[in-house]
Nanobody
Framework: VQLQASGGGLVQPGGSLRLSCAAS????????MGWFRQAPGKEREFVAA????????YYADSVKGRFTISRDNAKNTVYLQMNSLKPEDKGVYYC?????????????????WGQGTLVTVSS
C-alpha cells in the first residue's frame, strides 16, 4: 500500500482544514487507517484512527470533538476533518495503514506510512 497525504496548509486559530490520504492498491478497504502528527522537536503522536469497515473510530483526547476521521473505500481515501484548530495542532500530519485490528493508537501497529503534510496554525 502506498499512501499520499495532502491538504495541509496555513490556517488561523479557530479555522478548519481537511486532510486527505489517497492509497494505491486494491486492498485499501481491508486496512485500518490512522493519522499521526509530529511537531518540531517532539515525537510522532497518535491523532485518530478508523477501522477497515468504518464504524469504529478512535481519537486522541486532545482532538476529540474537533477532529473527525472518515474513509471512502470506493475512492481509496481516508480523511481528517480538523475544526477549531489551535496553535498546538501544528505539525506534520502522517497517514498510516495497518492490517491488524488492535493497537491502532500505537505507531508500531502500522506497516505503511505516507510522506506527511504540514499543518501550520498561526495568526
Amino acid at each position: 500500500v502506498q499512501l499520499q497525504a495532502s491538504g495541509g496548509g496555513l490556517v488561523q486559530p479557530g479555522g478548519s482544514l481537511r486532510l486527505s490520504c489517497a492509497a494505491s492498491g486494491r486492498t485499501f478497504s481491508t486496512y485500518n487507517m490512522g493519522w499521526f502528527r509530529q511537531a518540531p522537536g517532539k515525537e510522532r503522536e497518535f491523532v485518530a484512527a478508523i477501522s477497515w469497515s468504518g464504524p469504529a473510530t478512535y481519537y486522541a483526547d486532545s482532538v476529540k470533538g474537533r477532529f473527525t476521521i472518515s474513509r471512502d473505500n470506493a475512492k481509496n481515501t481516508v480523511y481528517l476533518q480538523m475544526n477549531s484548530l489551535k496553535p498546538e495542532d501544528k505539525g506534520v500530519y502522517y497517514c498510516a495503514a495497518s492490517p491488524t485490528n488492535w493497537g491502532l493508537t500505537r505507531r508500531g501497529t502500522y506497516d505503511y506510512w505516507g510522506q506527511g503534510t504540514l499543518v501550520t496554525v498561526s495568526s
